[in-house]
């Protein structure tokens, strides 16, 4: 190597610099014009390594000298800052006063202070592994801001069964979706009994809007929580109808993010974007919610006395108890392996299906017609579509209906003498089928 190549492979190494951007041959080069300068006090090699730190110290500078530049943040990132620090505020104590008075001449006054406690809710946090090895999730500083908000959504809304549901993305915005168990009477915590209130059609072949199903019953059976981002404000979805449901399995739209954004599509959808992703995330719910075979059974609700009521009122408004949909069973035993769970046979649906009549349930019956409409009602029924079977729970996802089949490439096969088969008598059947 000759001595040119020896020196700029050593220059090469003194010019790699710092962290602060500073590199040893720049320090040379500073040491060496400081000791040409008439002032310097470098008389002997001892005195350079005290030369070297005046060096050094010339180059340090404070914020009030020129030179320094003061951090510019966006605007946008300090006000979600701001908004994340108000996650981790403690809630006020409750404080309870009671006036007690044991005799005429005395008064007992005791306050009782009690801290803000949350229900229940599983971190999710926990989650976050199986979603990473399931190939998505989010950031690790979104699970930790998400857990902190649902927490204090839970606390606020005094929610139960609470749980993340997923992200919807969007052209502006995304969603990020919570669900949780219907908000009812806590004091009752019923639900009211679905009568027939459909009105009769003004004139023969014209359809009348499907009645909505009440709260907590059907697709209306949780609440969907939306927020634009981890530690954002929360927006309670409203309850879907039937007519939104039956729409949204008809057309294909973007979402942009924004609740209040129309929606236009061919049919029209009855709603804005609020209701159609209340519609969406209802199908999702309902078809995408499994459990394999044998973990849950159907619920199966204890007989109540009722009470004599209709008699007096026959109009007045029933109750029924809020029921879940299913119950634990007992822990199932693999005796194949884990492996015999990555079958569809081994998954069942835990959700209520959706009819034709975008319920998820069926339409109550309908009352007997009065003497003047008895005689009408025979010309209609022969026109009538035939109901459909109601659908059980706990239906295995094999028997779901299939709406495409893709028909994945394969390398083609080698033949004896190592030459590729041609593919032709494959397209020629095909087009035998379809003559």
Request: proline share 9%; glycine share 4%.
């Amino acid at each position: 190597m000759s001595d040119s190549e020896t020196f700029n492979r050593v220059k090469v190494d003194l010019l790699k610099a710092d962290n602060d951007g500073y590199s040893v041959y720049e320090h040379l080069v500073n040491m060496v014009s400081k000791a040409f300068e008439g002032n310097s006090k470098v008389r002997s090699g001892d005195s350079i390594p005290s030369f070297s730190k005046q060096i050094k110290h010339s180059r340090f500078r404070t914020t009030k000298q020129e030179g320094a530049k003061k951090a510019v943040l966006d605007e946008r990132d300090v006000a979600r800052a701001a908004e994340e620090k108000k996650l981790f505020h403690k809630p006020k104590p409750v404080v309870t006063t009671k006036v007690h008075k044991p005799t005429m001449f005395t008064t007992v006054t005791t306050t009782v202070t009690e801290p803000v406690t949350v229900p229940p809710l599983r971190p999710i946090t926990e989650d976050q592994r199986f979603h990473k090895l399931c190939g998505y999730g989010l950031l690790s500083s979104e699970y930790f801001l998400l857990e902190q908000s649902m927490s204090n959504l839970v606390r606020d809304k005094k929610l139960e069964e609470a749980a993340f549901f997923g992200r919807v993305f969007g052209t502006e915005q995304n969603y990020t979706i919570v669900v949780s168990k219907r908000l009812l009477d806590p004091v009752a915590d019923k639900i009211p009994v679905e009568k027939y209130s459909m009105p009769k059609p003004p004139r023969k072949g014209v359809d009348v809007p499907i009645q909505s199903e009440p709260p907590g019953v059907g697709l209306n059976r949780v609440t969907f929580w939306v927020c634009q981002y981890a530690g954002g404000p929360w927006t309670e979805l409203p309850d879907v109808t039937p007519q939104q449901i039956i729409s949204s399995q008809k057309i294909k739209k973007y979402l942009t993010g924004n609740l209040d954004a129309p929606v236009n599509s061919y049919p029209p959808f009855p709603g804005k974007e609020i209701n159609y992703l209340r519609a969406q995330l209802a199908r999702i719910w309902s078809s995408s919610t499994v459990a394999p075979e044998g973990e849950v059974e159907a619920f199966v609700a204890e007989d109540e006395e009722e009470e004599e009521e209709e008699e007096e009122n026959p109009n007045a408004i029933k109750y029924q108890k809020f029921n879940p949909l299913t119950s634990e069973a007992k822990p199932i035993q693999l005796e194949e392996g884990i492996e015999s769970l990555a079958t569809s046979e081994k998954w069942v649906h835990t959700r209520p299906f959706i009819y034709k009549t975008g319920r998820g349930t069926q339409l109550p019956p309908k009352p007997e017609p009065e003497e003047d409409e008895a005689a009408e009602e025979p010309e209609d029924e022969e026109e009538k579509e035939p109901e459909e079977e109601p659908k059980e729970l706990l239906q295995p996802i094999a028997t779901d209906k299939k709406y495409a089949t893709i028909k994945v490439p394969q390398e083609p096969k080698e033949t004896e003498e190592g030459q590729e088969e041609p593919e032709e008598e494959d397209d020629d059947k095909e087009d035998d089928e379809a003559a």
